[in-house]
Protein backbone atom coordinates (compact mmCIF):
# COMPACT_ATOMS: atom_id res chain seq x y z
CA UNK A 1 0.00 0.00 0.00
CA UNK A 2 0.78 3.39 -0.60
CA UNK A 3 2.09 5.69 2.50
CA UNK A 4 -0.73 6.59 4.52
CA UNK A 5 -3.31 4.87 2.21
CA UNK A 6 -6.16 3.03 3.84
CA UNK A 7 -7.26 -0.50 2.83
CA UNK A 8 -9.91 -0.86 0.28
CA UNK A 9 -12.61 -2.09 1.69
CA UNK A 10 -11.68 -3.03 5.07
CA UNK A 11 -14.85 -1.74 6.60
CA UNK A 12 -16.24 -4.87 4.23
CA UNK A 13 -18.10 -7.48 6.56
CA UNK A 14 -15.00 -10.60 7.48
CA UNK A 15 -12.35 -8.78 5.81
CA UNK A 16 -8.69 -9.99 7.53
CA UNK A 17 -6.21 -7.41 6.62
CA UNK A 18 -2.54 -8.40 5.95
CA UNK A 19 0.59 -6.13 5.45
CA UNK A 20 -0.07 -5.63 1.98
CA UNK A 21 -4.16 -5.25 2.21
CA UNK A 22 -6.99 -7.13 2.41
CA UNK A 23 -6.10 -11.08 2.74
CA UNK A 24 -9.10 -12.65 2.18
CA UNK A 25 -12.95 -11.50 3.29
CA UNK A 26 -13.70 -14.67 5.23
CA UNK A 27 -13.37 -17.97 2.56
CA UNK A 28 -10.37 -17.40 0.70
CA UNK A 29 -10.88 -20.80 -1.59
CA UNK A 30 -14.19 -19.59 -2.68
CA UNK A 31 -13.29 -16.50 -3.58
CA UNK A 32 -10.48 -17.77 -5.42
CA UNK A 33 -13.09 -20.06 -7.43
CA UNK A 34 -15.22 -16.55 -7.67
CA UNK A 35 -12.04 -14.81 -8.55
CA UNK A 36 -10.93 -17.91 -11.70
CA UNK A 37 -14.51 -17.68 -13.15
CA UNK A 38 -14.30 -13.88 -13.72
CA UNK A 39 -17.38 -13.24 -11.01
CA UNK A 40 -15.23 -11.22 -8.01
CA UNK A 41 -12.88 -8.47 -7.78
CA UNK A 42 -9.55 -8.04 -6.22
CA UNK A 43 -8.69 -4.84 -4.73
CA UNK A 44 -5.35 -4.34 -5.20
CA UNK A 45 -4.03 -2.45 -2.12
CA UNK A 46 -0.58 -4.00 -2.56
CA UNK A 47 0.04 -2.09 -6.38
CA UNK A 48 -0.03 1.88 -7.24
CA UNK A 49 0.02 4.28 -10.43
CA UNK A 50 2.97 6.21 -11.91
CA UNK A 51 1.75 8.57 -14.64
CA UNK A 52 3.93 9.85 -17.19
CA UNK A 53 3.38 12.65 -19.34
CA UNK A 54 4.93 14.91 -21.98
CA UNK A 55 5.39 14.69 -25.77
CA UNK A 56 9.12 12.30 -25.42
CA UNK A 57 7.21 9.73 -22.80
CA UNK A 58 7.41 6.84 -25.20
CA UNK A 59 10.60 6.84 -26.85
CA UNK A 60 12.57 8.08 -23.63
CA UNK A 61 10.97 5.01 -22.00
CA UNK A 62 12.21 2.72 -24.68
CA UNK A 63 15.41 4.10 -24.11
CA UNK A 64 16.26 3.60 -20.31
CA UNK A 65 14.33 0.25 -20.28
CA UNK A 66 14.31 -3.43 -21.58
CA UNK A 67 10.77 -2.95 -23.46
CA UNK A 68 10.39 -1.68 -27.09
CA UNK A 69 8.01 1.21 -26.72
CA UNK A 70 8.46 3.81 -29.30
CA UNK A 71 5.44 2.75 -31.28
CA UNK A 72 3.01 1.36 -28.74
CA UNK A 73 -0.24 1.81 -30.02
CA UNK A 74 -2.76 3.46 -27.18
CA UNK A 75 -4.41 0.78 -25.54
CA UNK A 76 -2.15 -2.18 -26.18
CA UNK A 77 -0.64 -3.54 -22.72
CA UNK A 78 2.79 -4.54 -22.29
CA UNK A 79 5.24 -4.24 -19.33
CA UNK A 80 9.08 -3.44 -18.89
CA UNK A 81 11.84 -3.81 -16.74
CA UNK A 82 14.30 -1.23 -15.38
CA UNK A 83 17.80 -3.36 -15.29
CA UNK A 84 21.32 -2.27 -13.31
CA UNK A 85 24.24 -1.82 -15.54
CA UNK A 86 25.10 -5.63 -15.00
CA UNK A 87 21.53 -6.51 -16.10
CA UNK A 88 19.68 -7.37 -12.32
CA UNK A 89 16.17 -6.31 -12.22
CA UNK A 90 16.02 -2.96 -9.92
CA UNK A 91 12.29 -2.32 -10.73
CA UNK A 92 9.34 -3.65 -13.15
CA UNK A 93 6.17 -2.53 -14.01
CA UNK A 94 2.71 -2.88 -16.03
CA UNK A 95 2.28 -0.13 -19.19
CA UNK A 96 -0.79 1.22 -20.98
CA UNK A 97 -0.64 4.21 -22.92
CA UNK A 98 -3.99 6.39 -23.51
CA UNK A 99 -2.81 8.53 -26.51
CA UNK A 100 -1.41 11.66 -23.88
CA UNK A 101 0.05 9.85 -20.43
CA UNK A 102 1.73 6.46 -20.28
CA UNK A 103 0.91 4.64 -16.86
CA UNK A 104 2.80 2.44 -15.48
CA UNK A 105 1.04 -0.24 -12.38
CA UNK A 106 3.77 -1.03 -9.88
CA UNK A 107 4.25 -3.18 -6.75
CA UNK A 108 2.96 -0.64 -4.24
CA UNK A 109 6.55 -1.30 -2.38
CA UNK A 110 8.52 -0.13 -5.51
CA UNK A 111 6.63 2.80 -6.55
CA UNK A 112 8.65 5.23 -4.97
CA UNK A 113 11.78 4.27 -6.14
CA UNK A 114 10.77 3.52 -9.64
CA UNK A 115 9.45 7.11 -9.32
CA UNK A 116 12.54 8.54 -8.05
CA UNK A 117 14.81 6.79 -10.61
CA UNK A 118 12.74 7.87 -13.57
CA UNK A 119 12.52 11.59 -12.16
CA UNK A 120 16.56 11.34 -11.72
CA UNK A 121 16.78 9.87 -15.57
CA UNK A 122 14.87 12.49 -17.30
CA UNK A 123 17.62 15.50 -17.97
CA UNK A 124 16.66 17.15 -21.04
CA UNK A 125 13.44 14.69 -22.25
CA UNK A 126 9.99 16.38 -21.93
CA UNK A 127 8.22 13.90 -19.58
CA UNK A 128 6.89 14.43 -16.44
CA UNK A 129 6.72 11.82 -13.89
CA UNK A 130 3.77 11.42 -11.02
CA UNK A 131 2.69 9.05 -8.23
CA UNK A 132 -0.91 8.98 -8.19
CA UNK A 133 -2.33 8.22 -5.07
CA UNK A 134 -5.57 9.44 -6.45
CA UNK A 135 -6.03 6.37 -8.11
CA UNK A 136 -6.70 2.75 -7.23
CA UNK A 137 -6.17 -0.79 -8.82
CA UNK A 138 -9.08 -3.62 -9.14
CA UNK A 139 -7.62 -7.08 -10.15
CA UNK A 140 -10.13 -9.87 -12.44
CA UNK A 141 -10.49 -12.12 -14.57
CA UNK A 142 -11.84 -11.91 -17.91
CA UNK A 143 -15.07 -12.32 -19.80
CA UNK A 144 -17.44 -12.39 -16.03
CA UNK A 145 -19.21 -10.04 -14.37
CA UNK A 146 -16.40 -8.32 -12.55
CA UNK A 147 -15.14 -7.38 -16.16
CA UNK A 148 -18.39 -5.69 -17.08
CA UNK A 149 -18.86 -3.60 -13.33
CA UNK A 150 -15.46 -2.50 -13.08
CA UNK A 151 -15.37 -1.11 -17.28
CA UNK A 152 -18.08 1.33 -16.09
CA UNK A 153 -15.93 3.20 -13.71
CA UNK A 154 -12.15 2.49 -15.30
CA UNK A 155 -10.52 5.89 -15.09
CA UNK A 156 -10.27 7.58 -18.40
CA UNK A 157 -8.93 10.65 -18.66
CA UNK A 158 -8.29 11.35 -22.38
CA UNK A 159 -11.38 9.08 -23.25
CA UNK A 160 -9.83 5.50 -23.50
CA UNK A 161 -10.39 3.27 -20.01
CA UNK A 162 -7.09 2.60 -18.14
CA UNK A 163 -7.89 -0.98 -18.25
CA UNK A 164 -4.31 -2.99 -18.54
CA UNK A 165 -4.62 -6.97 -19.99
CA UNK A 166 -1.70 -8.80 -18.56
CA UNK A 167 0.87 -10.07 -20.91
CA UNK A 168 2.05 -13.27 -19.19
CA UNK A 169 -0.90 -15.26 -22.05
CA UNK A 170 1.74 -15.49 -24.62
CA UNK A 171 5.16 -14.78 -25.72
CA UNK A 172 5.29 -10.52 -26.88
CA UNK A 173 6.88 -9.43 -29.65
CA UNK A 174 10.87 -9.57 -29.47
CA UNK A 175 10.32 -11.67 -26.21
CA UNK A 176 11.71 -15.48 -25.59
CA UNK A 177 10.57 -18.19 -23.82
CA UNK A 178 12.39 -20.88 -21.49
CA UNK A 179 9.84 -22.91 -20.42
CA UNK A 180 9.55 -26.19 -22.36
CA UNK A 181 6.10 -27.14 -21.47
CA UNK A 182 3.80 -27.91 -24.03
CA UNK A 183 0.44 -26.34 -22.44
CA UNK A 184 2.28 -23.23 -20.59
CA UNK A 185 -0.41 -22.36 -17.78
CA UNK A 186 0.10 -18.32 -18.57
CA UNK A 187 -2.43 -19.23 -21.51
CA UNK A 188 -4.72 -19.27 -19.13
CA UNK A 189 -3.84 -16.75 -17.00
CA UNK A 190 -6.55 -13.58 -18.16
CA UNK A 191 -5.60 -11.37 -15.06
CA UNK A 192 -6.67 -7.66 -15.50
CA UNK A 193 -5.81 -4.56 -13.68
CA UNK A 194 -8.38 -1.69 -13.74
CA UNK A 195 -7.12 2.14 -12.91
CA UNK A 196 -10.08 3.41 -10.98
CA UNK A 197 -10.44 7.06 -9.07
CA UNK A 198 -10.35 6.03 -5.13
CA UNK A 199 -13.99 7.77 -4.65
CA UNK A 200 -15.03 5.37 -7.62
CA UNK A 201 -15.05 2.33 -4.94
CA UNK A 202 -18.13 3.74 -3.38
CA UNK A 203 -19.63 2.14 -6.45
CA UNK A 204 -19.14 -1.38 -6.14
CA UNK A 205 -20.47 -1.28 -2.50
CA UNK A 206 -22.61 -4.51 -3.72
CA UNK A 207 -19.89 -6.22 -5.73
CA UNK A 208 -18.26 -9.56 -4.69
CA UNK A 209 -14.99 -9.34 -3.78
CA UNK A 210 -12.26 -11.71 -3.12
CA UNK A 211 -8.39 -11.18 -1.54
CA UNK A 212 -5.06 -10.46 -2.33
CA UNK A 213 -4.72 -14.47 -1.22
CA UNK A 214 -6.84 -15.60 -4.24
CA UNK A 215 -5.06 -13.38 -6.85
CA UNK A 216 -1.66 -14.91 -5.58
CA UNK A 217 -3.05 -18.36 -5.67
CA UNK A 218 -3.90 -17.67 -9.37
CA UNK A 219 -0.16 -15.75 -10.06
CA UNK A 220 1.85 -18.42 -8.62
CA UNK A 221 -0.60 -21.27 -10.75
CA UNK A 222 0.24 -19.63 -14.12
CA UNK A 223 4.35 -19.01 -13.40
CA UNK A 224 3.84 -15.49 -13.25
CA UNK A 225 6.58 -13.90 -11.69
CA UNK A 226 6.54 -10.54 -9.66
CA UNK A 227 8.57 -7.88 -8.19
CA UNK A 228 7.60 -8.00 -4.77
CA UNK A 229 8.01 -11.47 -4.28
CA UNK A 230 10.61 -12.97 -6.62
CA UNK A 231 13.06 -10.34 -7.41
CA UNK A 232 16.17 -10.13 -4.83
CA UNK A 233 19.45 -7.96 -5.19
CA UNK A 234 20.66 -11.04 -7.71
CA UNK A 235 17.88 -11.54 -10.18
CA UNK A 236 18.30 -11.48 -13.86
CA UNK A 237 15.60 -11.58 -16.26
CA UNK A 238 16.20 -14.66 -17.60
CA UNK A 239 15.89 -16.28 -14.00
CA UNK A 240 12.41 -16.07 -13.85
CA UNK A 241 11.53 -16.56 -18.34
CA UNK A 242 10.63 -12.87 -18.14
CA UNK A 243 12.22 -12.42 -21.40
CA UNK A 244 8.87 -13.75 -22.40
CA UNK A 245 6.74 -10.56 -21.74
CA UNK A 246 8.97 -7.55 -20.40
CA UNK A 247 12.27 -8.02 -22.52
CA UNK A 248 12.84 -6.88 -26.48
CA UNK A 249 15.70 -8.80 -27.82
CA UNK A 250 16.07 -6.58 -31.17
CA UNK A 251 15.69 -3.25 -29.77
CA UNK A 252 18.10 -0.47 -28.87
CA UNK A 253 20.91 -0.21 -26.06
CA UNK A 254 19.82 0.69 -22.52
CA UNK A 255 20.55 -0.18 -19.20
CA UNK A 256 21.30 -3.94 -18.66
CA UNK A 257 21.46 -5.06 -22.19
CA UNK A 258 25.09 -6.59 -22.58
CA UNK A 259 24.08 -9.30 -19.83
CA UNK A 260 20.58 -9.90 -21.08
CA UNK A 261 22.20 -10.72 -24.70
CA UNK A 262 25.26 -12.38 -22.93
CA UNK A 263 23.23 -14.89 -21.03
CA UNK A 264 20.70 -15.10 -23.38
CA UNK A 265 23.01 -16.07 -27.02
CA UNK A 266 25.87 -17.41 -24.70
CA UNK A 267 25.75 -18.30 -21.40
CA UNK A 268 23.17 -19.72 -18.91
CA UNK A 269 21.35 -18.19 -15.73
CA UNK A 270 22.99 -19.10 -12.65
CA UNK A 271 19.87 -19.37 -11.20
CA UNK A 272 15.95 -21.32 -12.15
CA UNK A 273 12.54 -20.66 -11.31
CA UNK A 274 10.34 -23.74 -10.73
CA UNK A 275 7.13 -24.21 -9.07
CA UNK A 276 6.98 -26.57 -6.48
CA UNK A 277 3.98 -28.83 -5.49
CA UNK A 278 3.96 -29.32 -1.85
CA UNK A 279 2.99 -32.22 0.57
CA UNK A 280 -0.06 -30.73 2.40
CA UNK A 281 -0.69 -33.03 4.89
CA UNK A 282 0.53 -30.69 7.81
CA UNK A 283 -1.87 -28.00 6.42
CA UNK A 284 2.04 -25.91 6.21
CA UNK A 285 2.88 -23.49 3.81
CA UNK A 286 5.87 -21.85 3.84
CA UNK A 287 6.70 -18.31 3.87
CA UNK A 288 8.70 -16.05 1.45
CA UNK A 289 12.73 -16.74 1.64
CA UNK A 290 12.36 -20.55 3.46
CA UNK A 291 15.31 -22.42 2.04
CA UNK A 292 14.67 -25.19 -0.56
CA UNK A 293 16.83 -28.57 0.71
CA UNK A 294 17.37 -31.54 -0.93
CA UNK A 295 16.44 -34.07 0.93
CA UNK A 296 17.85 -36.13 3.55
CA UNK A 297 17.19 -38.47 6.39
CA UNK A 298 19.63 -36.48 8.41
CA UNK A 299 19.59 -32.78 10.36
CA UNK A 300 21.80 -31.74 7.82
CA UNK A 301 20.62 -30.93 4.21
CA UNK A 302 22.20 -29.20 1.28
CA UNK A 303 20.55 -25.60 0.88
CA UNK A 304 19.86 -25.50 -3.09
CA UNK A 305 17.32 -21.80 -3.02
CA UNK A 306 14.34 -20.47 -1.86
CA UNK A 307 10.61 -19.82 -1.54
CA UNK A 308 9.36 -16.84 -3.01
CA UNK A 309 5.95 -17.09 -2.99
CA UNK A 310 3.45 -19.61 -2.08
CA UNK A 311 -0.43 -20.09 -1.75
CA UNK A 312 -2.89 -22.85 -1.32
CA UNK A 313 -4.46 -23.29 -5.06
CA UNK A 314 -8.18 -24.33 -5.18
CA UNK A 315 -7.39 -27.15 -7.35
CA UNK A 316 -3.35 -28.06 -7.47
CA UNK A 317 -3.65 -27.81 -3.64
CA UNK A 318 -0.44 -26.41 -2.00
CA UNK A 319 2.22 -24.78 -4.35
CA UNK A 320 5.08 -22.13 -4.33
CA UNK A 321 7.34 -20.31 -6.52
CA UNK A 322 11.26 -20.97 -5.40
CA UNK A 323 14.16 -19.79 -7.05
CA UNK A 324 16.80 -22.89 -7.32
CA UNK A 325 20.55 -22.89 -8.23
CA UNK A 326 20.84 -23.93 -12.13
CA UNK A 327 22.92 -27.62 -10.76
CA UNK A 328 19.82 -28.86 -9.26
CA UNK A 329 18.43 -31.99 -10.96
CA UNK A 330 15.21 -31.99 -12.40
CA UNK A 331 14.29 -35.04 -10.86
CA UNK A 332 16.17 -34.07 -7.57
CA UNK A 333 13.47 -34.59 -3.97
CA UNK A 334 13.19 -31.53 -2.35
CA UNK A 335 12.24 -30.32 0.90
CA UNK A 336 11.29 -27.84 3.23
CA UNK A 337 11.67 -27.18 6.90
CA UNK A 338 9.36 -24.65 8.89
CA UNK A 339 7.63 -24.56 12.24
CA UNK A 340 8.67 -28.11 12.65
CA UNK A 341 7.57 -29.36 9.97
CA UNK A 342 9.41 -31.40 7.25
CA UNK A 343 7.70 -30.50 3.65
CA UNK A 344 8.13 -32.53 0.27
CA UNK A 345 8.31 -30.97 -2.83
CA UNK A 346 8.42 -31.94 -6.37
CA UNK A 347 9.48 -29.59 -8.90
CA UNK A 348 7.35 -28.85 -12.12
CA UNK A 349 10.38 -27.37 -14.30
CA UNK A 350 9.42 -23.76 -15.73
CA UNK A 351 13.09 -22.49 -16.45
CA UNK A 352 15.57 -25.38 -17.54
CA UNK A 353 18.65 -26.07 -16.46
CA UNK A 354 19.69 -25.08 -19.81
CA UNK A 355 18.36 -22.22 -20.78
CA UNK A 356 20.00 -19.65 -22.66
CA UNK A 357 23.47 -20.32 -24.87
CA UNK A 358 21.01 -20.16 -28.19
CA UNK A 359 23.35 -18.35 -30.70
CA UNK A 360 24.33 -20.48 -33.03
CA UNK A 361 27.98 -19.93 -32.77
CA UNK A 362 30.20 -21.89 -35.71
CA UNK A 363 33.06 -23.74 -34.15
CA UNK A 364 36.66 -22.53 -36.07
CA UNK A 365 38.70 -25.54 -37.17
CA UNK A 366 41.75 -26.06 -34.68
CA UNK A 367 44.76 -24.66 -35.76
CA UNK A 368 47.58 -27.17 -35.96
CA UNK A 369 50.07 -26.89 -33.00
CA UNK A 370 53.19 -28.26 -34.50
CA UNK A 371 56.29 -25.97 -35.84
CA UNK A 372 56.05 -24.24 -38.93
CA UNK A 373 58.60 -26.01 -39.94
CA UNK A 374 56.96 -29.70 -39.46
CA UNK A 375 53.61 -28.27 -41.58
CA UNK A 376 53.08 -29.10 -44.95
CA UNK A 377 54.35 -26.53 -47.90
CA UNK A 378 51.37 -24.82 -49.23
CA UNK A 379 51.11 -24.20 -53.29
Same mark, same amino acid.
Given at each position: ?????APFFADRAGAVASDDGIAHFGDPVREQRRLAAGEAVVPRDDRAVIEVEGPDRLTWLDSITSQALRALAPGTPTELLVL?????????????????????????????????????????????????????????????????????????????????????????????????????? &???????????????????????????????????????????????????????????????????????????????????????? /?????? &????????????????????????????????????????????????????? /????? /?? &????????????????????????????????????????
Amino acid at each position: MTAGAAPFFADRAGAVASDDGIAHFGDPVREQRRLAAGEAVVPRDDRAVIEVEGPDRLTWLDSITSQALRALAPGTPTELLVLDPNGRVEHAAGVLDDGVSTWLIADAGDVAGLAKWLTMMRFRSRVEVRVRDDLAVLGYTELGTAEKTVALIAHRPHDLPLVWGDPWREVAIGGWQYAAAPAHP &GAHYTWIEAIVERQALATLADVELAGLLAAEALRIAAWRPRWGREVDERAIPHEYDWLRTAVHLDKGCYRGQETVAKVHNLGHPPRRL /TLLHLD &GSDSVLPEPGTPVLLASSGDEASEVGHITSSARHHELGPIALAVLARRVPADA /TLEIR /TD &GSRIAAAQEIIVPADAGATAEVPRLTRLSRRPLAQQPPTT
